[in-house]
């Protein structure tokens, strides 16, 4: 017998969205500024989490901070590889030197919204 236990840690609360810059950024690691609003992730850097769902003016938007959450593949990932933030907010297979933010834990092809990390709480280093 098998189980499909799907744990996602969201935070709530967040302000509506200021504008529709994030409207096409579903599955990619962000960061909550200090007023409240998200911004993809820097490549390399520690995010807070992932978003869940694009998010357009006056909504607010939903922000994955652990657990398993689906991410935006730049690349090919495949099951084991760790994950750092790529050049464009997604996932893409962590490198020397790189901030660690997951591993995989389901596959998928480059540019889909098919792979899921298991979220590392914390900075992890070197691969």
Same mark, same amino acid.
């Given at each position: 017998?098998?189980?499909?236990? *799907?744990? !996602?840690?969201? =935070?709530?609360?967040?302000p509506? /969205?200021?504008?529709?810059?994030? /409207?096409d950024?579903r599955g990619?690691?962000v960061?909550i500024?200090s007023?409240g609003? !998200? /911004? @993809?992730a820097?490549? #390399?850097s520690?995010p807070?989490? !992932?978003?869940? &769902?694009?998010?357009?003016? #006056? =909504?607010? +938007?939903?922000v994955?901070m #652990?657990g =398993? +959450?689906?991410?935006?593949a730049e690349? &090919?990932?495949?099951f #084991?590889d ?8 997604g996932?893409a @297979? /962590?490198?020397?030197? *790189?901030?660690? @933010?997951? @591993? !995989?834990?389901?596959?998928?092809? &480059? ?5 899921r990390i298991?979220?590392?709480?914390g &900075?992890n280093?070197?691969v």
């Amino acid at each position: 017998m098998s189980y499909n236990i *799907d744990i !996602v840690h969201d =935070f709530g609360n967040l302000p509506f /969205a200021a504008d529709n810059t994030n /409207a096409d950024n579903r599955g990619k690691f962000v960061t909550i500024q200090s007023t409240g609003q !998200v /911004a @993809v992730a820097a490549a #390399g850097s520690r995010p807070h989490g !992932v978003l869940r &769902a694009g998010v357009t003016t #006056g =909504f607010s +938007p939903a922000v994955t901070m #652990g657990g =398993f +959450p689906y991410v935006l593949a730049e690349e &090919a990932l495949s099951f #084991g590889d760790y994950v750092a933030v790529g050049a464009n907010g997604g996932a893409a @297979v /962590a490198t020397t030197g *790189d901030t660690i @933010v997951g @591993v !995989v834990v389901q596959e998928g092809a &480059a540019d889909t919204f098919e792979a899921r990390i298991k979220f590392f709480d914390g &900075a992890n280093t070197a691969v």
